[in-house]
């Protein structure tokens, strides 16, 4: 699987956006970029995921660039109940062979002050 | 929609002895995984399920942890005996069986300390 590079930390002010960025420059032609949070004392939270278009759900927009190398988590309005560690992960692709289990880093702790 | 449940929440043994923890995945999930995460690091992959069968249990201390996964639905693993070094979160995790799009759900976890 694919290697994911991110900052250990990161602040960002209430209401404003947070910009969470993520290295991922080996990954394979059909494998998705995920991301995951996880808040204090709670179990991983699926935010969102993508291949190669631009995603948004409720929660957040996800950019990849165009050579897929590297990704940008966006959550838009960042509130303090958004404090918490984010994974960027690598997952292989449907029926592609491999068991497509979820491989997380380190991640990066975001605080969101007040 | 239940999210996947787990028991219990908290646990502390003495090294030595054991403990079970039960996972209780979302209804239709065939597909069912078994993390660990210590204090300050990102969950890693124990053992990985797709119905009772097991897919994937290489990073597994197969010497002391044990799960299984007897009818395709609850699973339960175990430590016998436990070491200091086991003291962590242990996360269930299920999805649909392996399509596009499925996204694979967490539980709150089972704290274990080992004093």
């Known amino acids: 699987d694919a290697k994911t590079t991110q900052p250990p930390s990161m602040d960002c002010a209430e209401g404003r956006a947070a910009n969470l960025p993520c290295n991922h420059s080996t990954i394979s032609g059909n494998e998705y970029v995920y991301w995951y949070r996880q808040i204090h004392s709670q179990g991983p939270q699926y935010i969102i995921h993508g291949l190669k278009n631009n995603e948004t759900n409720e929660m957040a927009s996800l950019i990849i660039t165009e050579d897929r190398k590297s990704s940008t988590l966006i959550l838009p309005h960042a509130t303090l109940r958004d404090t918490a560690v984010y994974y960027c992960i690598v997952r292989p692709a449907p029926l592609s062979g491999s068991a497509r289990q979820l491989t997380f880093g380190s991640g990066t702790q975001l605080t969101v002050l007040p | 929609e239940a999210g996947v449940a787990q028991s219990p929440r908290y646990k502390i043994i003495e090294k030595r002895q054991s403990v079970a923890f039960w996972c209780n995945p979302i209804?239709?999930?065939?597909?069912l995984y078994w993390y660990q995460q210590i204090l300050g690091q990102g969950p890693k992959l124990l053992i990985q399920?797709?119905?009772?069968?097991?897919?994937?249990d290489s990073q597994l201390p197969k010497d002391r942890f044990s799960a299984e996964r007897l009818k395709g639905v609850d699973s339960t693993l175990k430590i016998q005996p436990a070491k200091l070094e086991d003291s962590a979160v242990y996360l269930c995790a299920s999805s649909l069986p392996d399509r596009a799009g499925n996204t694979i759900y967490f539980g709150e976890g089972s704290w274990l300390t080992v004093v």
């Open positions: 209804s239709g999930h065939a597909t």
């Open positions: 399920f797709q119905n009772n069968g097991v897919v994937d």
